[in-house]
């Protein structure tokens, strides 16, 4: 289904995710998203009578399932799949995003973050929901090639907090290296827990 295909709805939380991603939340109005999302005007109290904290909590909730989505493609596509495998396939989404999109755009999770997590933000809670889905899909993926379940949730905080920090440093610098040398220096440790 295409954009314009989708609901009004689904276009809004859509497009709210790839505003946050780009700008932040603070520079994020109700009325870019409508106009982006290119929805009948007035529909925005329709469907998210929480308001602008509604909205962006489930874009974070979108971009959390899309993460999560992702992260399990790489095992029913792997011939062999590996703790290193799976990061390099994540990495590996967003070198070519960054590319693509001239570094544009970053993770809508990390830029809310950055913007809501020290105060009390009602947006905090779906932040949190949205972050716990992304890591438990990694962990899952991880136990799924028998990485021991006590250290599987460790290693997947590294990998997400490492990429996230690739990603923050990519787009800073404009080098999609970054992403390639976390891959390349993290790939031993990962796989020295593999079963």
């Known amino acids: 289904m295409s954009g314009e295909e989708r609901p009004p709805r689904e276009r809004m939380v859509y497009s709210a995710a790839q505003l946050v991603r780009s700008r932040g939340v603070s520079a994020?109005?109700?009325?870019?998203?409508?106009?982006?999302?290119?929805?009948?005007?007035?529909?925005?109290?329709?469907?998210?009578?929480?308001?602008?904290?509604?909205?962006v909590g489930e874009a974070l909730a979108w971009s959390a399932d899309y993460a999560a989505r992702w992260?399990?493609?790489?095992?029913r596509h792997a011939e062999s799949p590996s703790p290193s495998g799976l990061f390099a396939h994540m990495a590996r989404q967003w070198r070519e995003e960054l590319?693509?999109?001239?570094?544009?755009?970053?993770?809508?999770?990390?830029?809310?973050a950055a913007e809501l997590a020290g105060g009390d933000s009602p947006v905090n809670e779906p932040l949190r929901a949205a972050a716990g889905r992304w890591e438990q899909a990694v962990v899952d993926e991880l136990v799924r090639m028998d990485v021991p379940?006590?250290?599987?949730?460790?290693?997947?905080?590294?990998?997400?907090?490492?990429?996230?920090?690739?990603?923050?440093?990519?787009?800073?610098?404009?080098?999609?290296?970054?992403l390639d040398t976390v891959v390349s220096e993290l790939a031993p440790v990962l796989d020295s827990y593999a079963g």
């Open 28 to 55: 994020t109005g109700v009325r870019d998203v409508v106009a982006h999302a290119n929805a009948p005007r007035g529909s925005f109290q329709h469907y998210f009578p929480g308001g602008k904290d509604q909205l």
């Open 71 to 75: 992260v399990t493609s790489y095992g």
């Open 99 to 112: 590319t693509a999109r001239r570094y544009e755009r970053g993770c809508p999770m990390m830029a809310t």
């Open 149 to 178: 379940a006590e250290r599987a949730r460790g290693l997947a905080t590294l990998m997400i907090s490492a990429l996230e920090g690739a990603i923050m440093l990519a787009r800073v610098c404009r080098d999609v290296g970054r």
